[in-house]
């Protein structure tokens, strides 16, 4: 269905938006012919038409000064010089005729786009980013004229198309570029051709669908948008006095906020209104104790039931806040490639959690991970593709590691790494036996490396899980179990260790016939190392969101342990336009 007025002259069309551009309110300097004479029947269809070509030219002039200056005065952020380009060639392939409205009038899809705007806060962004308060006085305003200026119809086309643009690109692949954050994701790939994909949406049938389609397609990301909506409803009847706080409180002690615990279990889902009428006043027992341990498992604590300083700084943490954990886990959900091959394998950092999915976007595998040390060994933010795994890995000691923990071990005792598994291996791959003064100063050097045999007390454990990356990042496993119990597990140099490894092996092999559960245990504890290629990669995902939410409504809130939601928030706090 083509819109453009017939009167256009289109095979001009370029020269006439330069000349617009160049000389605004003419028409392209062009010299008119001498005019005829006209019939007797003509003068009113002349003055309409003359009228009408004026008001086109007035219009044509108003969109390119905006255009050329990317400055749109009546935006609540005006500055759009970062999507000049993709409007000015929007409007160029329209001949610079409003795409939002229809002889002067709103169309049904410039409607359903400004309410979809001005929903924005519940997918977790900011509503007035994109003229949200101020659309129903506008699109009032064009309702109620009979015939509106042509620089009142410029600026409400200009102001939609670029709200729409940036709230699609938002939705889409984020506000922030991961890369400005040193996050290992590339969301270029991803980007919409905005003019082509408005094009279609001026004239969908279905704009709403249409618009609903540019956002994450995983089941994570839209049970965190409910819970967002949630939330949000808790925080606007308000935020509750904070808890009183002592040093430690077991179960079956005098409390004398137990009924105002008993109010915030209520109001956080994890205490039903009927069992909170049977608290016991003064005392922290029962049903509290039942509701503390399902919020400590909400919030990654231990699930004594005993109320302590982390407990409580959970429990007294602000409801605004954990509706800008949830908008910042949404941003960052945004990052992650929305398209893959296979179903992908998930980390997620703060969580201190994998989980292997399946077709379906259900997880298939669930298990604790240990990832790396807050401030000193971080692991990094990115995608890689699974290739290869290995039974009976070897372990070459990274020279950090070698020089700030092994080497005083070494230079108080030379036997040790031999006592200790570890082999000293020469530049040439040789293996160094006699650790004299000169072997010393070669692993002090890092001339020589240790590498740890196979076995039982390997760091890497009995399997590694190679995606390559330049961070020489992996899964392995790993003889020190007992730190899967604790509840913060950040303890590693940067991989990452997993709680079962031969669960995940049996299922990274589960459609390798000739890889049975039988064979993945007898090279895992066999005396040979041995690589597994993949017949394809398998995705994998290392990602960092506070707040993650399932399909039956729960959700979970976890610390910042590296800063990045502090990080992202600063980022975000400067407005548009945001660093490419």
């Known amino acids: 269905m083509n819109h453009r007025r017939s009167t256009r002259c289109r095979g001009a069309a370029p020269a006439v938006v330069l000349c617009l551009w160049l000389v605004s309110g003419t028409a392209c300097g062009r010299d008119s012919a001498p005019a005829q004479e006209p019939a007797a029947s003509q003068p009113t269809m ?3 038409r003359s009228t009408e070509e004026a008001a086109e030219i007035a219009l044509g002039g108003a969109f390119a000064r905006i255009l050329e200056e990317g400055v749109h005065p009546d935006l609540v952020w005006p500055d759009f010089r970062d999507y000049r380009g993709h409007v000015q060639r929007f409007y160029e392939g329209r001949e610079l005729e409003p795409a939002w409205s229809r002889g002067g009038r709103v169309t049904a899809q410039a409607r359903t786009a400004i309410a979809f705007l001005r929903e924005a806060d519940d997918r977790g962004l900011h509503s007035e980013d994109y003229d949200g308060s101020r659309w129903n006085d506008r699109v009032r305003a064009l309702d109620a004229s009979t015939r509106p200026a ?16 940036r709230c699609i690109s938002d939705l889409h692949i984020g506000r922030i570029n991961p890369r400005n954050l040193s996050f290992g994701l590339d969301v270029e790939a ?3 051709d905005l003019p082509a994909l408005l094009e279609k949406l001026v004239v969908a049938d279905d704009p709403r669908a249409l618009l609903e389609s540019v956002e994450p397609p995983f089941e994570g990301y839209k049970a965190l948008k409910r819970a967002l909506v949630h939330y949000r409803e808790l925080a606007a009847e308000g935020e509750d006095e904070p808890l009183p706080e002592v040093e430690r409180l077991e179960p079956g002690s005098p409390y004398p906020a137990s009924e105002a615990l008993a109010h915030r279990l209520v109001r956080l889902g994890d205490l039903e209104p009927t069992a909170a009428e049977t608290v016991t006043p003064g005392l922290y027992d029962g049903v509290l104790v039942e509701g503390v341990q399902r919020f400590q498992a909400r919030h990654g604590l231990g699930t004594d039931g005993k109320l302590g300083p982390k407990t409580f700084r959970a429990l007294n943490t602000p409801l605004a806040h954990r509706v800008e954990q949830i908008q910042w886990t949404l941003e960052r959900w945004r990052w992650a490639p929305f398209e893959y091959p296979r179903p992908p394998i998930v980390v997620n950092v703060p969580e201190f959690v994998l989980r ?4 379906d976007d259900e997880a298939e595998l669930t298990m604790n991970v240990v990832v790396g040390e807050a401030y000193h060994h971080e692991t990094p933010i990115f995608a890689a593709e699974l290739k290869y795994l290995v039974f009976r890995p070897t372990w070459t000691v990274p020279f950090s590691i070698q020089r700030r923990e092994l080497m005083p071990k070494i230079n108080a005792d030379p036997a040790y790494p031999a006592a200790n598994g570890y082999d000293v291996v020469a530049p040439d791959g040789s293996l160094v036996t006699d650790i004299d003064e000169e072997a010393l100063q070669g692993l002090r050097s890092g001339r ?4 740890q045999r196979p076995g039982a007390d390997n760091s890497l454990g009995r399997v590694k899980f190679i995606f390559p990356n330049e961070h020489d990042v992996y899964l392995h496993g790993t003889p020190a179990q007992s730190l899967f119990s604790r509840s913060r597990r950040d303890f590693s140099h940067g991989c990452i260790r997993l709680e079962r490894p031969e669960e995940l092996a049996r299922w990274v092999l589960k459609d390798r016939s000739d890889w049975p559960p039988e064979r993945i245990r007898s090279a ?3 005396d040979t190392t041995i690589q597994v290629n993949l017949t394809a990669p398998i995705p994998v995902l290392i990602v960092y969101g506070t707040a993650v939410a399932s399909a039956d409504g729960g959700v979970s809130f976890f610390d910042d342990i590296y800063g990045h939601d502090e990080t992202l928030a600063q980022a975000l706090a400067g407005g548009y336009p945001y660093p490419a």
Not at 150 to 165: K, N, R
Not at 448 to 451: D, I, P, Q
């Open 356 to 359: 292997a999915y399946g077709p």
């Open 190 to 192: 991803k980007k919409y």
């Open 46 to 48: 002349t003055a309409a």
């Open 524 to 526: 895992m504890n066999g």
């Open 448 to 451: 020589l490396t240790l590498r």
């Open 150 to 165: 042509p620089s009142e119809l410029a600026l409400f086309d200009l102001a939609l198309t670029i709200s729409v643009m």
